[in-house]
């Protein structure tokens, strides 16, 4: 089961590190994401990253303001906001896709297998 911990309320601008680790099995061999569903809309792609760390994809709305990144060694996923903005306000997902080759990242979440119960992440104006 994936865990997702790190959200929090936070003032616009400001930072957060969100991590996914898993009980009971590595993800070092895993392509990871990041989803997250706003109040009342669909949820959507954060950011994602392969199993191998060496590519990544950000949605645009994050891009150069949220970084995600496997720690070492591979167990545990990252995701590093800054300049943090009302509209990032959103329970936040990790996901991890069992499948997915070397350095494929992997951006729809039917893809996915495993899923963590989400992180609430607050930015007030």
């Known amino acids: 089961q994936l865990q997702a911990s790190g959200g929090g309320l936070v003032q616009a601008g400001g930072s957060l590190r969100l991590s996914c680790a898993a009980s009971?099995?590595?993800?070092?061999?895993?392509?990871m994401g990041w989803f997250r569903q706003a109040p009342g809309k669909e949820r959507e792609i954060v950011a994602a990253?392969?199993?191998?760390?060496?590519?990544?994809y950000y949605a645009d709305s994050v891009k150069g303001r949220f970084t995600i990144s496997r720690g070492i060694p591979k167990d545990t996923v990252y995701l590093q906001m800054n300049s943090l903005k009302p509209e990032d306000t959103a329970v936040y997902y990790c996901?991890?896709?069992?499948?997915?080759?070397?350095?494929?990242?992997?951006?729809?979440?039917?893809?996915?297998?495993?899923w963590g119960r989400g992180t609430l992440v607050t930015v007030s104006s």
């Open positions: 009971g099995r590595t993800l070092s061999t895993y392509a």
């Open positions: 990253i392969s199993w191998s760390g060496g590519s990544t």
């Open positions: 996901a991890a896709d069992k499948e997915a080759a070397f350095i494929v990242v992997v951006t729809t979440s039917h893809e996915y297998d495993y």
